[in-house]
DNA sequence: CCATTCCTTGACCGCTCGGTCAAGAATGCC
DNA sequence: GGCATTCTTGACCGAGCGGTCAAGGAATGG
């Protein structure tokens, strides 16, 4: 499966084949569909496992913290720290989201992430760290920005993630004009 | 041309083939090939047009504003209102990124679409109107914020444009903390 | 009215794909 | 050992793909 997911990042999901990927593994074809139904439940097993795996490691970085913005700042560092090291998952979802086979597997690990990010925004609302705004709408807005400053800048070039993050952290507390 | 642009954004690249594609044209596959050398080459071309078409737009929106942060402002609403229009090509913008094969047609474009914002940012810096930080990096995370939300509430839910772009504009500008 | 060029057709080709399955190996259990 | 169950193989299948091409209509120019 872990073989399969970086063909998948490397090749694109469509142009490898069943057969390439037994065929890297070294064993016969009728092995895979012992295990898995079809490609495409393999791939969607794969999605939710790394799913799985990205939210155990924020909420694990989270803790118990009790201040909600230092939260979503603990939640910023975890998730490039972890996108950096699974590069390959990241651009798996990436492509899930642009198939509607794969969409409704990867849209309901994303409303887990979206309801927890959220959460720690109204509690900062409440708490009147965080300017008054439409919580789902500043969700999607930090979403925004770490997804893609994590694409360009961790994937694409490699720069360090505790670096990115920060950068991250600080546009999304401050944005442009900052204080 | 239109028609295939439609028809990928529905079913996606892959799943659409060149027989689909003229026989919804009512015409023999011969035209098809008359015209483009291949399917990859059509696509390609969708995509070329579709960031010349979007680029163009901005820059008449954005016509000989002096300010620097006025200019992003009224960018980001030409850019939402253009996406609302073209929903389809967004989402090809999106299967684009992630094939190898076309990484490259999308990258040019891009490349202009930063270097165009950088450039205002840059400007905002130096007139100490946007806080002194990696200007590529504030650029990337406004794209980011502006992509996220437009693919979510515009794409998605279908809410109206100059809303969701001054929830963008807004949160480039003051981010979670406000002033 | 023919000749030439431009355009259009759709049957066809070679190929690759996801998926099947009869035929064994390997293993465990008595 | 004998038998049943669990796993593994890879040739094979039908389907669908992108792309080709001989054939023929439609316009144009002389």
């Known amino acids: 499966m872990d073989f399969a997911a970086h063909r998948f ?3 694109g999901y469509h142009p ?7 065929q890297g593994l070294g064993v016969g074809k009728g092995v895979f569909y012992w295990y898995f139904p079809s490609k495409e439940e393999l791939f969607v097993e794969i999605l ?10 924020q909420q694990q970085a989270i803790g118990d913290q009790p201040d909600p913005v230092q939260r979503i700042e603990l939640g910023i560092l975890a998730t490039m720290a972890w996108l950096d090291e699974h590069r390959h998952l990241s651009v798996l979802f990436e492509f899930a ?17 979206v309801g927890d990010l959220a959460r720690h925004i109204k509690e900062g609302i409440v708490e009147g760290r965080i300017r008054d705004s439409d919580p789902l709408v500043l969700t999607y807005a930090v979403l925004g920005v ?15 993630p505790e670096q990115v993050a920060n950068a991250a952290i600080a546009f999304c507390l401050r944005g442009l004009l900052g204080r």
Chains 1, 2 share one sequence.
């Open 9 to 11: 990042a490397d090749n």
């Open 16 to 22: 490898t084949s069943v057969a390439e990927i037994v």
């Open 48 to 57: 939710r496992e790394a799913q799985r795996d990205l939210r155990r490691i």
């Open 97 to 113: 989201a642009t198939e509607d086979r794969f969409a409704p597997a990867l849209s309901r690990g994303r409303e887990v992430a």
């Open 146 to 160: 770490v997804n893609h400053l994590a694409r360009t800048f961790i994937i694409e070039r490699g720069d360090p």
